[in-house]
């Protein structure tokens, strides 16, 4: 995705991204936990910034939001709970469960410490 | 090389964006994101304009939204700030709902979609002023 960006921007030209991530220095067993519990984009071991870098990009800014993504999670879960029975006609019943679980174990997975949020904004850098 | 579960991934999201945008879906989406753009993640009315001020969106900038789905954000920037943008997302049904609502802003001249993975995208090196993704597969 990096790389794409990379030869796909003019030098000078910017990439912003919100990315999420597991938190640093988890220990194995919970670095796996934040895997299986949250939508990982990023499969590496090295971070948002040291991929930006490798990729070519300079100027690198990284900005946590964890807080509004728990924000924004809890509203997910608390709003669909509220209309409940009309998204459970039009979703069926058993996908709106699993929708909600699904937002709930990554919601909480992110209130125990595992993931986080971060707003990305880097420069493509000259060629090299 | 796509993995299975990445597979999976694109299977239920094409699935979801051929779902019906009903009321109540758009009364959520509003109350969770601010905008009814067709999100269904974590990026809100105000982080997205956090973007278009990053990227320094303005007329005749040309964009590139990665994994856009419904056209959040890349859309919803192309309207507010007048750059043109390219949407780019593996399923189609999104894409199409997109194209849709570009109509009816009346932005279609500046928007255009493209059904590719980002690596296979057939642009030349160089296209683009700005690149945009919010929680895509990397």
Known sequence: MLRASRRLLRPGGRTAFFTIHPTAGLSPRLRRRAHRDGPVAVASHLSSRELLERAGFVDVEETDCTSEFVTVAQAWVDQCEDQRDALAEVLGADEFDERQTERRIQLQAVRDGLLRRSLLVATRGDDR | ?138
Do not use: K
């Open chain 2, 1 to 138: 090389m796509v993995t299975r579960e990445e597979r999976d991934t694109r299977e239920r999201f094409r699935n979801r964006y051929g779902e019906d945008r009903t009321e109540v879906v758009l009364q959520i989406e509003r109350a969770v994101i601010g905008g009814d753009w067709g999100a269904n993640g974590y990026t809100t009315m105000a982080q997205a304009d956090l973007l278009g001020t990053a990227l320094g969106l303005e007329r005749g900038v040309r964009m590139l939204d990665l994994g856009a789905g419904r056209g959040w954000p890349g859309l919803y920037l192309a309207v507010r700030t007048g750059c043109d943008v390219v949407l780019s997302d593996v399923p189609f049904e999104g894409l199409r709902l997109a194209l849709a609502r570009a109509a009816d802003e009346r932005a279609d001249g500046r928007v255009a979609a493209v059904a590719s993975s980002a690596r296979a995208l057939p642009f030349r090196a160089g296209t683009f002023d700005a690149v945009v993704h919010t929680d895509v597969l990397c």
